[in-house]
């Protein structure tokens, strides 16, 4: 049973517009959350992060909206960029920085 | 040193052989993980170590995998009599538990044949 889950596994945008990436979880235990990015043949890098007392994080182009209550977290970005064309994973965790679950991931392609 | 360093960065052994997998994470970086990652699936747990504690092995597929963390630094994760269902990357990541998230290395892929 996947405790973290990314219902879309590829989404396609226009450079400029909004990319809006979606993950649920279902532990409610789960109270820290994160975002990566991977391209292919490299490890995954850190994007940004967001705590359960927080419904929103900021950064750049990059922002976290997490609703606790709907057990759900988006990731926006804002304007896409060619560059950003990658797989994003979200990651969930009830103790801060042990045994993140991560969910399959979302392979983003920004169009030129 | 400067990020997670892992190898050898790609693998290529037979069916049945054992293989060993080495990880040396961002030096004073207390946790370290092991990941997974299959084709086409997320990244699988495999096992954690933070500092001297008995490491979380609840990930490990099989009692073919186990991994070790010598000195509190550099970490080998060793796969018995190696299956086809084995082949994937195999991600290291290290964290001071101060930093938001992990820092990951670039993974070994493993291909068995």
């Known amino acids: 049973d996947q405790q973290v889950k990314q219902n879309s596994p590829s989404l396609s945008v226009q450079e400029g517009r909004i990319s809006i990436l979606n993950c649920d979880y279902t532990?409610?235990?789960?109270?820290?959350f994160l975002w990566y990015k991977k391209y292919p043949a490299e490890g995954p890098t850190f994007l940004i992060s967001?705590?359960?007392?927080?419904d929103k994080n900021e950064d750049g182009r990059f922002t976290v909206f997490l609703n606790k209550s709907a057990k759900h977290l988006s990731l926006h970005i804002v304007p896409s960029q060619p560059g950003d064309s990658a797989v994003y994973f979200c990651a969930a965790s009830g103790n801060y920085g042990q045994n993140f679950v991560f969910g399959p991931g979302t392979r983003l392609s920004v169009l030129p | 040193g400067a990020g997670v360093s892992q190898s050898p960065s790609n693998k290529v052994t037979e069916k049945g052989k054992d293989v060993e997998l080495r990880c040396d994470p961002i030096s004073g970086h207390t946790a370290l993980y092991w990941y997974r990652q299959s084709l086409g699936q997320g990244l699988e747990f495999l096992i954690y170590f933070q500092g001297n504690s008995a490491p979380d092995k609840s990930g490990l597929p099989s009692d073919r995998f186990s991994a070790e963390r010598t000195g509190g630094s550099v970490s080998t994760l060793t796969i018995q009599r190696t299956q086809q269902e084995d082949s994937a990357v195999y991600l290291c990541?290290?964290?001071?538990?101060?930093?938001?998230?992990?820092?990951f290395g670039s993974g070994t892929r493993l291909t068995v044949v």
């Open positions: 532990n409610s235990m789960f109270d820290y």
């Open positions: 967001i705590s359960s007392i927080k």
């Open positions: 990541a290290s964290s001071s538990g101060a930093d938001y998230g992990y820092t």
